[in-house]
């Protein structure tokens, strides 16, 4: 299915893109003081390569940070957490893996300086002259909307041979005839050259950024969301084209797309991503053929298809968490519906549950929350205090919720919930470079449940005392 | 509407069930600059009772603006209705076997009582069909207040003061307000409000919004796409319209909650026994979820049948193409089938099959004159020359099979 060898024998063996541990928060501010209230996870920890002449997909619901995580890799914003590398060798990749699994203070001056190094040549957020100069020629981007990214008053000729003139690359009838190669390139002609982009249709208009995209002859493009505002028959031109143009100059491509078709057709290989993390990682054969985490199966599941004879498309119950307070254990867990008691359930959880039934909530006063697994709240009267208490101990919980549950007691007016605390949920590798991070797959969810809670709750609240403090907002 | 046919069945018997509207020769233009756009030309299909009818179309072939001609909503001008007509049966006008009403010579009052009772829409973008300055609450009440008045006086027995009868149809001037406000009023205007609560609160769970009292009380922009678009449905299915006209209901929504919500969709049309009309330019969609089909492609139908026969053997090559263009698990690599070109400009369009510009097998005859729509066995139809039958003096187009 891929009809370029993932690796070329032109350079050594290196990934075009290498992602560490990238993170990228936004913060919340407050007030006339704009003090920062929190942040926003948009993209939180996700890693992958991009080897030479392949084309990656990112697929995902809305929100799930796959946008932000297309600008972080083209440059356009920097990540506030981790590494983003442009043609790091894999020897490179080696020495930066063994270098990152000691912990920073231990590591030696000679250590430093190699990761220093590494950092300057290949390291995106930190490049500067001419690798920086060589990473933006070599490292383009197609926005989703060709309204928004063709700049209304610029002709055709000056939106597609403006990188050829800051680069310095070519001038006067040598630039034009330049950007009527790139327009052919693209299935346009000389005859567009002086016209503006609204006089162009959206299949047209997206064809003007690809050519843009193509002038400095990239080794690498950020497709994001290149067809989503496109008719079928039109998306089918644009992803041929795609496609001929990969072909032709040995493009290596990161598509993005919320389009689980799209992304299927165009990849090789794929990450699907959830609430700023990723679910699962593979070649989109393994993916699709036999997904191993439950979101990527719902969005198969909720994915019409021409093809299936039956009809059996199925939803998912709930909404996207808030990205600004992501929920603990796995990140899926809240809408999951195979969800065990060790994938992350806490307070959150058991107060969103709550609202469900909306007497239960009306006398709520106060929420004081120790963690995100432990919480006290607060109510006018002890009858209601009571009446939930019996609820969450009683009532029709889910019986994963109910299992993690590692204690409820109702004092006064007040219900004292604690949930058995569980760490992150981790990519694993289950096979053949097939990730996932769901626990009913990976060796993480073959450890002993509940986990020895002694020395682990303790670490937890050392580790976070800043969500030890006191709200009282009903929900996240 | 007791009849053993309502609900969703197989195809068979569909044919002999009741009308519930019927297009027919609708023509609607635009007055542009360069000309006149004829968004619509000459379009003709019926809907029957309980059934979901898919309008399938690609950006700017008219499928919009035929739905919203139902509810007169396209604005005049630089709207024209320049000619055909929709009759509309009710289900009390199919009762009494009255008949049926034009939806486009009705006078404007008339007109009103049917938007939003008798017919009802949802709209693409759920963001910007609800009001962001004004509570759920209201929104929906709204409707009430509009075409369930009796229903809202319901608790007050049989006396109804003139002022609560006002007030119950949003009918009060500012001082006949204050009124309200005033103490030998105050507790009748309670009772009114709380009488619309229940209805409204009615509404919202049938929709299956959880907490509906909390979401009347919050405003647009703290809900999700998802409940947003369920309010919507809640405000369109609240007084049991007859039909139904979904204009992509979920193309602004994520594929998990899509799915959530045309579950909803189905199962209130089963148990209202709504008819639906459902715009989509998502072929799959339309797959699943419609009984029958109408592909509309620059204002003009070019095909309709059963689901089923459309589906399972297309016959216009537009639509062929259009389903070939779907990528799927079987497709390969840079071999999905484009078809080429863009749809052509509609100003004063000259007689020729529309498609003729971007059609691999146009001969002559397609581009000078408009093909008639035939009939191609069972419920399907076709507007292509390739299915009409030659004496042998014009050349008709064979097609033959569609990009390998």
Redesign the interface.
């Known amino acids: 299915m891929n009809s370029l060898s993932p690796q070329q024998p032109k350079v050594a063996r290196r990934a075009v893109i290498s992602v560490r541990g990238v993170e990228k928060h936004f913060p919340i501010k407050e007030g006339t003081l704009q003090r920062v209230v929190g942040q926003v996870r948009a993209v939180d920890g996700v890693s992958f390569e991009v080897r030479p002449g392949e084309t990656m997909g990112l697929v995902g619901e809305s929100g799930c940070g796959k946008t932000t995580l297309g600008r972080c890799i083209s440059g356009l914003v920097p990540p506030t957490g981790g590494k983003i590398y442009f043609r790091l060798s894999d020897q490179d990749a080696a020495r930066l893996d063994e270098i990152d699994a000691i912990p920073e203070p231990d590591r030696s001056a000679e250590q430093r300086k190699e990761v220093e190094r590494i950092d300057a040549n290949h390291r995106v957020d930190v490049l500067s002259g001419k690798a920086w100069r060589t990473y933006r020629r070599n490292c383009q981007i197609v926005f989703q909307d060709s309204f928004s990214s063709l700049n209304p008053r610029q002709l055709v000729k000056d939106l597609v041979g403006r990188p050829l003139q800051v680069h310095k690359e070519a001038s006067g009838q040598e630039l034009i005839e330049r950007v009527v190669s790139l327009l052919e390139s693209v299935g346009l002609g000389r005859q567009h050259l002086y016209r503006y982009p609204h006089q162009f249709s959206g299949g047209q208009r997206q064809r003007i950024s690809i050519a843009r995209a193509l002038a400095l002859d990239p080794e690498f493009i950020v497709l994001d969301e290149p067809t989503s505002a496109l008719d079928v028959s039109v998306q089918a031109q644009i992803l041929n084209l795609l496609h001929e143009l990969q072909k032709e100059r040995g493009l290596t491509y990161l598509f993005i797309s919320h389009d689980l078709g799209v992304v299927r057709l165009m990849s090789d290989r794929i990450a699907v991503m959830y609430l700023g993390k990723v679910a699962e990682y593979g070649t989109s054969m393994e993916l699709f053929g036999d997904p191993h985490h439950p979101y990527t199966e719902a969005l198969l599941a909720a994915n019409p298809d021409m093809a299936s004879e039956e009809s059996v498309m199925k939803g998912l119950s709930g909404t996207v968490p808030s990205p600004a307070n992501p929920p603990e254990g796995c990140r899926f867990h809240t809408r999951c519906p195979v969800a065990t008691p060790a994938c992350g359930w806490e307070v959150d959880d058991a107060v969103a549950w709550l609202q469900v039934h909306e007497t239960l909530l009306a006398g709520l006063t106060a929420v004081q929350r120790r963690s995100n697994f432990d919480a006290t709240l607060d109510f006018q009267d002890e009858d209601s205090a009571s009446a939930v208490g019996r609820a969450i101990h009683d009532g029709d919980v889910p019986p994963a919720m109910k299992a993690a549950l590692e204690m409820v007691s109702t004092e006064g007016r007040s219900v004292h919930v604690r949930f058995i605390p569980v760490e992150p949920v981790w990519l694993e590798d289950i096979g053949d470079g097939h990730l996932t991070a769901c626990l009913l797959h990976t060796r993480q969810g073959k450890q002993p449940w509940p986990p020895q809670p002694i020395a682990d709750s303790s670490n937890r609240a050392a580790a976070n005392p800043s969500s030890a403090s006191t709200t009282n907002s009903k929900a996240r | 509407m007791t009849q053993s046919q309502v609900g969703i069945d197989t195809t068979q018997g569909q044919a002999t069930r009741p009308l519930v509207a019927s297009v027919r020769d609708l023509k609607i233009y635009f007055e542009a600059k360069a000309g006149v756009v004829h968004a619509v030309d000459g379009v003709s299909f019926e809907i029957r009772d309980g059934e979901t009818l898919g309008l399938v179309g690609?950006?700017g072939c008219g499928k919009s603006v035929t739905a919203r001609s139902f509810i007169r909503l396209v604005p005049s001008p630089p709207g024209i209705y320049a000619g055909g007509q929709i009759d509309f049966w009710s289900t009390e006008s199919r009762r009494n076997r009255s008949e049926p009403i034009d939806l486009l010579q009705i006078p404007h009052e008339e007109m009103l009582a049917i938007r939003g009772d008798r017919i009802a829409m949802i709209f693409q973008d759920p963001g910007k069909a609800l009001n962001p300055a004004l509570s759920i609450r209201s929104q929906v009440a709204e409707v009430f207040y509009q075409h369930r008045s009796e229903e809202i006086l319901e608790p007050f027995g049989e006396d109804v003061p003139r002022l609560i009868r006002r007030a119950a149809r949003q009918q009060t001037r500012s001082f006949e307000k204050f009124l309200l406000n005033l103490p030998p009023w105050r507790a009748k205007a309670a009772k009114l409000r709380m009488r619309v609560d229940e209805l409204v609160a009615q509404a919202l769970t049938e929709t299956q919004i959880?907490?509906p009292?909390?979401i009347m009380a919050s405003y647009p922009h703290e809900l999700?796409g998802?409940?947003k678009q369920r309010v919507l449905i809640a405000q369109a299915l609240a007084c049991n319209p007859d039909l139904l006209i979904a204009d992509e209901p979920t193309t602004a929504l994520?594929?998990?909650?899509?799915?959530?919500?045309?579950?909803l969709i189905a199962e209130l049309q089963e148990r209202l026994e709504t008819s639906v009309l459902y715009i989509s330019?998502?072929?799959?969609?339309v797959?699943?979820?419609c009984d029958r089909v109408v592909v509309m492609y620059a204002g003009r139908i070019i095909e309709t049948g059963t689901t089923e026969e459309v589906f399972s053997a297309p016959k216009h090559p537009y639509t062929r193409?259009?389903?070939?263009?779907?990528?799927?698990?079987?497709?390969?690599?840079?071999?999905?089938?484009?078809?080429?070109g863009?749809?052509p400009e509609l100003v004063d369009p000259s007689p020729a099959c529309r498609f003729n510009t971007r059609c691999p097998f146009a001969v002559d005859i397609c581009r000078t004159v408009d093909p008639e729509v035939v009939a191609v066995g069972g419920e399907h139809t076709v507007a292509c020359f390739a299915y009409n039958t030659s004496d042998g003096s014009v050349d008709l187009p064979t097609l033959e099979r569609w990009v390998s």
Not at chain 2, 321 to 340: F, T
């Open positions: 690609e950006t959880p907490n009292r909390t999700s998802g409940m994520d594929v998990t909650i899509q799915a959530r919500i045309l579950e330019h998502d072929l799959s969609l797959k699943e979820i193409g259009l389903m070939a263009a779907v990528p799927s698990a079987h497709h390969r690599r840079g071999e999905l089938a484009a078809i080429e863009t749809v």
